[in-house]
């Protein structure tokens, strides 16, 4: 197994991959290093002299400058590199177009063909509150029931409960609509009922008319104040549902029609190694396909977007990113908060050390595929290939807002584990085998073979396989746990 990884040939640090002792010598590049300290795995350790205020290199890019010289085997981290990130910057286009030449093969997986044309990899029933205050009688109608029907003639029945839809305005009462008609439209939901209370800004006669051409034998909408049983009646509709989209059965489907959300959270120091590069060559195989790739987190691509804007398929697009990643930046200024506060305390006890390091080792999520669209917030997916998405980093926000553009399901890289999953499938791969191990329940695809004794390409060919079952029928860990939640962005006033 190796000691340490030369991630890019112009780097001027290692990162372990093992916990190091002082004393110990590692050979690179034909020189030998001695370990001045302790240094925990996924931490980076220098392997030439870095003098005060030089950049410390990695990735092949800078993720920050000396604070102090140090020394060739010293441990680069917080305590003697910070950021370069300041203020806002201008861009120009410099489109640097990467061509990969990746096979199209005839892979095929088993989803659901929906009348309109998409295709769900799921046959689900929801019942999706226009507020939050009727989020109990939802869920008073799907355990009444589950207890009437043989609930396994479809994949699942789901009340997704949240805190919004009144006492909002502008943006965030528009941010509601389009989450949760995202939701109500999407290719997995087999249909829905939409529960309304009948006081609530979001009123269920305007929600309809936002949710433009629906089948109505599919979809259900109950305001319980005009009702004396709103129990009673939201199960008769939910029955009506249920009957429409049992007979729904599987047929073959090519890949082009698969559509990926790309997230990370908990990151440690070899995300940007492992775990994050694995996606960005999914992501690059599926678009190849004929696919669909988003890639979201905006604070989490500070210091790595112009690699973004490089790849934007042309100026518009170009114009696009600059927004995005601008008006992000305006979103912090407005609230009077730093820009390039990140990365958290869990990335820094796994060796991530600045912003750059974790947007740079983040960015890798999206390959080296051109950008073909850039979404805002609550916006669906419009062109296949690789798009970018505006949320934040939050986890359950950003891949709620992934699996709200039409998302099938989220693929999730982790270094320290985590269990949550939204209303689609939310498959979690670990950067590390240790995690994977200790948390199986909550990792689904073990990323951290890629530094022990597999290729990428022995890896990836697993990973695709993996990704196929899932979307045939396979149930991620946060299905099984049934842990399967959504939030919603928020920025402004509550009424």
Not at 9 to 29: C, F, P, S, Y
Not at 155 to 173: A, F, P, R, W
Not at 265 to 276: H, K, M
Not at 359 to 370: D, I, P, Y
């Amino acid at each position: 197994m190796k000691t340490f990884i030369k991630v890019h040939n112009q780097d001027n640090v290692l990162v372990a991959l093992k916990d190091l002792k002082a004393g110990e010598t590692l050979e690179i590049d034909g020189a030998v290093v001695q370990v001045r300290m302790d240094i925990p795995k996924g931490h980076k350790v220098a392997i030439k002299k870095i003098s005060k205020d030089g950049d410390v290199i990695k990735y092949g890019l800078p993720i920050g400058y000396s604070l102090e010289d140090i020394e060739a085997g010293d441990h680069v981290h917080v305590h003697n590199t910070k950021t370069k990130l300041s203020g806002t910057i201008e861009y120009a286009f410099d489109q640097k177009l990467v061509d990969r030449d990746i096979t199209k093969d005839n892979r095929v997986f088993m989803g659901y063909k929906r009348e309109n044309g998409s295709v769900g990899i799921r046959n689900e029933l929801w019942i999706v509150p226009t507020v939050g205050c009727v989020n109990g009688i939802g869920q008073m109608i799907v355990d009444i029931f589950k207890n009437e029907v043989d609930i396994r003639l479809i994949d699942n029945i789901e009340v997704y409960k949240h805190n919004y839809g009144c006492s909002q305005l502008g943006d965030d009462h528009e941010n509601t609509k389009r989450i949760l008609s995202g939701m109500v439209n999407h290719p997995n939901c087999g249909g829905a009922l939409v529960l309304g209370l009948g006081c609530e800004n979001n009123q269920v006669a305007e929600f309809k008319e936002f949710l433009g051409n629906i089948d109505e034998n599919r979809v259900k909408f109950l305001v319980t104040q005009e009702v004396e049983d709103e129990v009673e009646e939201g199960v008769r509709l939910v029955r009506e549902i249920f009957e429409a989209m049992k007979g729904d059965t599987r047929e073959e489907v090519p890949l082009s029609e698969l559509k990926v959300g790309l997230k990370c959270g908990g990151s440690d120091g070899l995300s940007g190694i492992t775990a994050n590069p694995l996606l960005g060559n999914f992501s690059d195989y599926l678009i190849a396909q004929g696919g669909t790739s988003v890639l979201t987190e905006v604070p989490e691509m500070f210091g790595a977007e112009t690699i973004l804007m490089e790849r934007a398929k042309n100026k518009e697009i170009f114009e696009k990113i600059v927004h995005l990643i601008n008006d992000f930046k305006e979103y912090f200024l407005a609230n009077n908060q730093p820009v390039y506060e990140n990365p958290s305390p869990g990335n820094k006890k796994g060796g991530i050390t600045t912003l750059e390091d974790k947007s740079l080792g983040c960015t890798q999520k999206a390959g080296h595929s051109k950008v073909v669209d850039v979404l805002k917030y609550g916006e669906i997916l419009k062109e296949k290939g690789l798009n970018l998405l505006s949320a934040p980093g939050n986890d359950l926000v950003a891949s709620t807002a992934l699996a709200a553009s039409g998302c099938h399901m989220v693929l999730f890289t982790t270094g320290r584990g985590t269990p949550f999953g939204t209303f689609v499938p939310t498959i979690k791969i670990s950067s590390n085998s240790e995690i994977y191990y200790k948390k199986k329940n909550w990792i689904d695809f073990n990323a951290g073979i890629l530094v022990e004794d597999k290729s990428m390409e022995e890896v990836l060919e697993e990973f695709i396989h993996y990704i196929v079952e899932v979307a045939s029928g396979k149930l991620a860990n946060n299905e099984k746990n049934e842990f399967r939640e959504i939030a919603i962005f928020k920025t402004g006033v509550t009424l």
